[in-house]
């Protein structure tokens, strides 16, 4: 068996560790899934509630998922079997994780492909290639889904070979910010377009009557998905993180830094579809917002398509190249769990590992280039149900297996000033209490509200 000590690796620092966890959370599921699902369920009143879904249930979950990472140093399924001295049944959570990890990536990987050949797409289109960029903008394509679901997962292997510090450290530390200042420059410019400001009204004005049982399980899932949470994503990230560093407060960082995207995604999508609409493209369908790839992949080009000119290119190319950055700090940290889980349990270092199950994991996704309409099937059962389920069991398990007492131990050190907080007061309450018993809530009233 090799010696994979060396292959575990741990961060240089906070800012490394934040960058890379955010870099885990904003992705696909900001810039895409959020503002389409916030399109889909009724714009302000889904906002609200994901907001609330973020911190309330999310951010304790958060630190619960790094204090366990930290406190065992090992993948989801070495943490729980460790707590709990090789308890199977307490494995099956890590090892629901780590499946969560795989079929997530599997489809994620495809969505990613998009937004890269989106990139040739804008690029073409506006040097006068029609041709091309209509071959580059075909997501329909198979043959197009699955090349670029190629490339996309050797850009992720290939960082994740590189480890922790040199390879997720390096890649996050630049990708970060430049994806935040796309962003900005991005939202800058449609505010100013005629029809905007109907999309800011509807995103920012919630309308509580919308709210229902689907509107609640949908903001649930999201924050979830959002924050890469109950599938040990964290767990892993945290596993890296040095004793000196605060918990609470990286949580806090990275929670933030995540719901800020979301929030800047909604202010840049919203607006661009009222926008598209002026510009005379049909943005309801089905009696409601567009929402899904039609929304990103058809109304967002033809909006960079009618400002045309040089503007209208780099605007195009720079939203598709924003939206790959964002999804390859995702999928870096959905097979980190995997590689870390290889590495740890198997003993397989860390370069076979990443391109063992990185390859085994395309194999999936070139079975859904062919089959696209699997994604949102997919979605639903190992994302929606999956990590609100994971983080249910996280919850339990740290409350009443491992005991608040031991995690808060953990906690403690890199947090002087723990004992005197009121994390230290609210936290055993929200994950003894109200995060389990609200996931329980709502998947029981989505269960029983579709049979
Ligand atoms: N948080 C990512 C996004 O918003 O796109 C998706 C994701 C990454 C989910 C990692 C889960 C995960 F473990």
């Given at each position: ?8 690796g ?35 009143a889904?906002?609200l ?66 937004t ?31 090349i ?50 109907k ?104 909006m ?68 696209i ?53 609210a ?25």
């Amino acid at each position: 068996m090799a010696d994979t000590t060396d292959d575990r690796g741990v961060w240089s620092g906070k800012l490394a560790f934040i960058l890379a966890a955010a870099g885990s959370a904003v992705g696909l599921g900001n810039i895409w899934r959020f503002p389409t699902e916030a399109a889909s369920h009724g714009g302000g009143a889904f906002l609200l509630l994901y907001l609330v879904f973020a911190f309330l249930i999310g951010f304790p979950v958060m630190m619960a998922e790094m204090t366990i990472g930290r406190n065992t140093r090992k993948n989801p399924v070495g943490a729980f079997s460790f707590l709990t001295g090789g308890n199977k049944l307490y494995i099956l959570i890590g090892a629901w994780g780590v499946l969560c990890g795989i079929m997530i990536l599997s489809y994620y990987t495809v969505v990613a492909g998009w937004t890269f050949s989106f990139v040739f797409e804008e690029l073409f289109h506006f040097m006068g290639f029609g041709g091309l960029s209509a071959w580059f903008g075909d997501t329909s394509s198979g043959l197009n889904n699955a090349i670029f679901s190629v490339l996309f997962m050797a850009a992720t292997i290939t960082i994740i070979t590189g480890g922790v510090a040199e390879g997720i450290e390096k890649a996050t530390k630049t990708l970060m910010p430049l994806l935040l200042l796309i962003l900005v420059i991005l939202i800058g410019y449609v505010l100013t377009q005629e029809g905007s400001m109907k999309g800011l009204s509807q995103y920012l004005t919630p309308d509580i009557g919308k709210i229902d049982t689907e509107v609640i399980f949908a903001a649930m899932g999201q924050a979830f998905f959002s924050l890469s949470l109950g599938m040990g994503a964290i767990i892993t990230y945290g596993s890296y993180l040095p004793k000196r560093e605060n918990i609470a407060g990286a949580a806090a960082y990275v929670t933030l830094f995540d719901t800020g995207i979301a929030f800047l995604a909604g202010l840049l999508i919203m607006p661009a579809m009222f926008v598209a609409q002026s510009n005379g493209i049909t943005i309801f369908a089905d009696g409601g917002l567009k929402a899904g790839p039609a929304l990103i992949f058809q109304v967002l080009p033809n909006m960079f398509h009618n400002l045309g000119g040089v503007w209208g290119m780099i605007f195009g190319v720079g939203f598709f190249l924003l939206l790959s950055i964002a999804a390859l700090t995702s999928t870096i940290s959905l097979l980190e769990v995997v590689t870390a889980y290889a590495i740890d349990e198997h003993g397989v270092q860390r370069k076979k590992a990443a391109m063992g199950v990185g390859s085994g994991i395309l194999l999936i996704s070139l079975i859904i280039s062919f089959n696209i309409n699997l994604i949102s099937t997919l979605d639903l059962v190992f994302s929606s149900i999956g990590l609100p389920l994971g983080g249910f069991l996280i919850c339990l398990f740290l409350a009443y297996k491992w005991g608040p007492e031991n995690a808060m131990e953990e906690i403690r050190q890199g947090y002087a000033a723990f004992d005197q907080s009121l994390v230290r007061k609210a936290w055993p309450i929200f994950i003894k209490v109200i995060a389990p018993l609200a996931i329980l809530y709502n998947l029981l009233s989505t269960l029983y509200g579709a049979f």
